[in-house]
């Protein structure tokens, strides 16, 4: 990490010239077994599709210099995925630093997005009038192939460790797992494989 710390102020000189609004974080795993997830993660995100696809011309033709230096620390050959994002329950302001949790969930035969999101939005709902620092997406896979076994990931932050695990024991202990066990029935399978866990940096907070 302490290796990749210059190279990513050098991103950020970039990207300050070249595609101002792209927002990224820096993803290190804490809860996930080593052999089917990766040590780190880079999730970008931009405002728009088209801000995204003029960032990748901008990142094509004069980013050669910054992308070696990444590639001197760190593997990505592992893939990159292009998902688009429905929320769930909106930050108070722009994600930063914390804990993001992922779960795959995959759609029954009679289930839908639309259906989801509602269960999803119910769930974090739940959470917060209990009194959880949760905010929520879905992360639906749209380009980059792969045979995944998930049709929608299931995202959650914190802005702790301790807020993660306050709602952790209101999920668990609280009934809450047990309501949405019940709701998600025909609609998703979001238990087949336990969640992952990782620690958020925010490399760059993009320009509003």
Known sequence: MKDLAPV????????????????A?????????AGDVPDVIWLGSN??????GKGIDAWRAGGGEVQAAFDKVVDCSLGHVLASSIEIAAPDGPPGDGVVMFTQCELDDDGSLTSAAK????????LRKMGAKNSNWML????????LEYDYLGVATFPSWGDFFAAYEMYVNGGVMQKAIKA??????????TPTVWD????RAGAQ
Not at 47 to 52: G, H, I, K, M, Q
Request: hydrophobic content about 40%; aromatic content about 10%; charged content about 25%.
């Open 200 to 203: 958020v940096k925010l490399v």
């Open 140 to 147: 639906v896979p749209m380009l980059g192939g792969g045979d």
């Open 184 to 193: 998600l029935d025909d609609i998703a399978d979001c238990g087949d494989r």
């Open 47 to 52: 405002p728009s599709a088209e801000n995204f």
């Open 8 to 23: 990513l102020t050098s991103f950020n000189k970039w990207a300050d010239k070249n595609d101002s609004g792209y927002t």
């Open 119 to 126: 269960v999803h939005q119910g769930i974090a709902g739940e």
């Open 25 to 33: 974080w820096l993803l290190t795993r804490q809860f996930g077994v």
